[in-house]
Every structure is written in C-alpha cells, then in structure tokens.
C-alpha cells in the first residue's frame, strides 16, 4: 500500500522548535520530488518547501527561509521538516507530498502521487 504517515506536530510557543517527519510505505521516496505544504484555515494550501527529484535542489518560501529546512532519509525512506523560531503565523495543518513525474515548482498542484494525512501545528503562548 503507497501511503505516507505524517508525525511531530503540535503545540509551540513562539520562537520554538517542531519537526515533522512523514514516513514512505509501499515505494521508495529517493527519485522522487518531495515537498511539504501548509494550509490555514481560510487559505489556500501552499508550498513550504520541496527537495527536487530531478537534481536535488531544494525550494523555501521566503517567509520560512533561513528558519525552516527540509531533508530527506533514502535509507529510513523518511522525509522531515525542521522548524525553528516558530511564528504564530507558521500555525497551520501540515502536510508532506510525494511526486515521481515532473514538478516545475513546488506547488500543491504537480503533486497528484502521494500526500500526508495532515498534522496540526499550533504556536502560541
């Protein structure tokens, strides 16, 4: 079964620490694109950040560069997403994709393989 199970998220206050993993079954993530996307209540899902398949490039927001970083374990075929110094606008239902086919940005859109099933991530004081 091709699925991906998220974990990790949950309650930080600001300034604080999360990381999210997402573990791979049923395929291997290490040719594949992979991507984590948010989404807030009322907002559109957007792209946080995206590891490339292609060449191994990697995409930030810029609202989460230099504070959030992605990485990939082809070995644990694990993907994770490290976030620091947590903004109460980061607050928002997280989610992991995974696309073998062509991603020519890191949108919700190319990434129609595999998704998350979604983890909650709350700062606040």
């Known amino acids: 079964q091709v699925q991906l199970v998220e974990s990790g998220g949950g309650l930080a206050q600001p300034g604080g620490s999360l990381r999210l993993s997402c573990v791979a079954s049923?395929?291997?993530?290490?040719?594949?694109?992979i991507g984590w996307f948010r989404q807030a209540p009322g907002k559109q899902r957007e792209g946080v950040s995206c590891?490339?398949?292609?060449?191994?490039?990697?995409y930030y927001a810029d609202s989460v560069k230099g504070r959030f970083i992605i990485s990939k374990d082809n070995i644990e075929n694990t993907m994770y997403l490290q976030m620091n110094s947590l903004k109460p606008e980061d607050a928002a239902v997280y989610y992991c994709?995974?696309?073998?086919?062509?991603?020519?940005?890191?949108?919700?859109?190319?990434?129609?393989?595999?998704w998350g099933q979604g983890a909650q991530v709350t700062v606040s004081s």
């Open positions: 049923g395929f291997t993530l290490r040719d594949h694109t």
């Open positions: 994709a995974a696309e073998l086919g062509l991603v020519a940005r890191c949108s919700p859109y190319y990434f129609t393989q595999s």
């Open positions: 590891i490339f398949g292609n060449d191994g490039s990697t």
